[in-house]
């Protein structure tokens, strides 16, 4: 199975930036969308980004122009550069494996890295 562990979150005041890692384990992690998801406090988990093997993206409306996601095959990991950060980021910050067709297993989930945006 896939084993995802996110890391980079932290306190950062508005407009800055952190970048968010995600290291992956096993061996088919090119076949796997992956992709950011962020949950704040009695919200729903939502979609921020994805990005697929072949490298196409895509973004939620709310963080389209500040936020890039990218991954690395050969190291195994997805990161998301997050730029002009707003209070209403301030989430924990989950990475996730997606299903691939015709294989078993999935989706994985991380256990989440915390993002606070604050004065």
């Known amino acids: 199975q896939v084993q995802l562990v996110e890391s980079g979150g932290g306190l950062v005041q508005p407009g800055g930036s952190l970048r968010l890692s995600c290291a992956a384990s096993g061996s088919l992690f090119s076949l796997y969308v992956m992709g950011w998801y962020r949950q704040a406090p009695g919200k729903q988990r939502e979609l921020v980004a994805t990005?697929?093997?072949?490298?196409?993206?895509n973004y939620a409306d709310s963080v389209k122009g500040r936020f890039t996601i990218s991954r690395d095959n050969a190291k195994k990991t997805v990161s998301l550069q997050m730029n002009s950060l707003k209070p209403e980021d301030t989430a924990v910050y989950y990475c996730?494996?997606?299903?691939?067709?015709?294989?078993?297993?999935?989706?994985?989930w991380g256990q989440g890295t915390q993002v606070t945006v604050s004065s």
């Open positions: 990005i697929a093997s072949s490298g196409i993206t």
């Open positions: 996730k494996a997606g299903i691939v067709p015709g294989r078993a297993g999935g989706p994985y």
